[in-house]
């Protein structure tokens, strides 16, 4: 019955294209997946450890499915990626219920651990690797459009921001062998794929050494943007502190390599920046903006922003504020800043700033984002996309959804186009979070 597998996923892209890995190592050994919780004899949860509440949810996900354990023993469950890998043998005895914890580098290993359960043991890897990158491993797509995908080009991170897990929870930065992402993506152009986003916690530092021949980003982008004019080349994410001008020209040289890049600010302050360890000042940051505008004119920014940093002040909050509303970011994330145990502001600073007061500013950046937002949005009405369908609209399947090379979301009555094609759409109006026009 083990060989039932139901996968659930949490946390970022390269949780869900890990996922995707997984299913492709367990297939290739007998495995079978299912979508339903139900029909599984193994239910592995790929979890995520970024901040304290992405962990409480997994822990209350892990209780709403214990009954299934009660009700058949044989069912294992295995927890797997950052919180396996931050909490090791720890998970175990939490929660009672998990009979395999595995870190992200130790999927190779996943059905040898899962025989170790059967026979009744817990079974736990959580060893870091400094050169795993599954680069021959051909991912199953998981539950997708059919359209978009991702593909993983590195693993690991070597930045030490003194917030994050991440370097922690999957080890040193290691660059994947470009020959295989290459080959990836062709097979995923092939099978009817037309858009696929590069994934890595730091893209700009991509770097693959082979037979004296070194390959950097930009160079990997133009490859995949040569593959097919039809095939749009996304990727995530960029690090203000290592965005080349290089890369810049790159992106405007394309016209499949979409004209959007998501370059996390998490502050304004050049003080918390300092704290942050993020190595580039406010006015570094604001240079990259100002290059990315200077070369791609209709480039979209987006950003990720951090509210409540250990001492943040409201002075420092303000300067947050404005590099944002200076930026006119098109899309952000925004997080209250959470401790996680073993970083750097754990062990060197106090998480001082109250809930309640990280919660009020982050209810500011949010509003303000809501404004810059709807105006990044009705500055687009009028003017005409090239839109790549994903398949239909969630409301209606008389109108089609996808989105445009700037990374936005358009709706528009269905005519004969089909997903996986082009169109031009020229946007009537905006609502807060789509475009919607019709084809022209
Ligand atoms: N607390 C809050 N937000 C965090 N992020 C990373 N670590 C933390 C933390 N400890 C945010 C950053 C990052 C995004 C993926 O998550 O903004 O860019
Ligand atoms: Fe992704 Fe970071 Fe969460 Fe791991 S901890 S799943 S790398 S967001």
């Known amino acids: ?76 469950i295995g927890l797997t990626g950052c919180m ?38 817990k079974a736990v890897n959580v060893l870091l690797s400094h050169e795993e990158t599954y680069a021959d491993i051909s991912p199953v797509r998981l ?19 003194a917030y994050c897990v991440v370097p922690y929870v999957r080890g040193a ?12 993506a062709e097979e995923l152009f092939s099978s009817g794929y037309r858009e696929v986003t590069l994934l890595g916690q730091n893209v700009d530092s ?24 039809l095939m749009r080349v996304r990727f995530s994410t960029s690090h203000p502190k290592d965005i080349s001008d290089d890369l810049i020209k790159t992106i405007s040289k394309h016209h499949n390599i979409c004209k959007h890049i998501h370059l996390p600010a998490q502050s304004g302050s050049n003080r918390i920046l300092k704290l942050m360890n993020r190595e580039y000042t406010r006015e570094w940051y604001m240079d990259r903006v100002s290059r990315i505008r200077e070369y791609i004119s209709d480039c979209s920014i987006s950003t990720d922003m951090i509210t409540g940093f250990c001492t943040e002040t409201e002075e420092d909050h303000q300067a947050s504020l404005s590099l944002m509303e200076w930026a006119g970011f098109d899309f952000a994330y925004m997080f209250m800043y959470s401790e996680r145990p073993g970083t750097r502001a754990s062990r060197k600073y106090s998480d001082n700033i109250p809930v309640e007061i990280k919660a009020r500013r982050l209810n500011e950046i949010i509003s303000l984002q809501n404004k810059l937002s709807a105006i990044s949005k009705k500055n687009d009405v009028g003017k005409t996309f090239e839109v790549l369908i994903e398949g239909y609209s969630k409301r209606s399947s008389g109108y089609l959804s996808g989105r445009t090379s700037q990374n936005k979301v358009v709706v528009f009555p269905r005519r004969e186009e089909k997903k996986g094609e082009y169109v031009n759409v020229q946007i009537e109006k905006c609502t807060s979070a789509t475009l919607t026009g019709k084809v022209v």
Request: charge should be neutral; charged fraction near 30%.
């Open 1 to 76: 019955m083990t060989k039932k597998v139901y996968i659930e996923t949490y946390g970022c892209q390269m949780n869900v294209a890990d996922s995707e890995v997984i299913a492709s190592i367990l297939k290739a050994n007998g495995f079978e997946m299912v979508d339903n919780i139900n029909d599984a004899g193994l239910i592995l949860i790929n979890t995520c450890s970024i901040r304290e509440n992405a962990e409480q949810r997994i822990w209350r996900r892990l209780k709403a499915i214990s009954h299934l354990k009660r009700k058949n023993r044989n069912i294992v």
């Open 84 to 121: 396996a890998e931050r909490l090791k043998e720890k998970v175990l005895e939490e929660e009672r219920i998990v009979d395999i914890v595995a870190g992200p580098d130790s999927y190779r290993d996943l059905p040898l651990l899962v025989s170790e359960a059967e026979t009744g043991h």
């Open 206 to 229: 991509y770097r693959h050494t082979k037979n004296g021949l070194s390959t950097g980003f930009p160079e990997l982008l133009e490859k995949v943007a040569g593959i097919n004019p």
């Open 143 to 161: 539950d997708r459009n059919g359209v978009t995908s991702f593909v993983s080009i590195m693993r690991g991170c070597n930045n030490m921001c």
């Open 173 to 184: 930065e290691r660059s994947r062998d470009p020959e295989t992402i290459l080959h990836e």
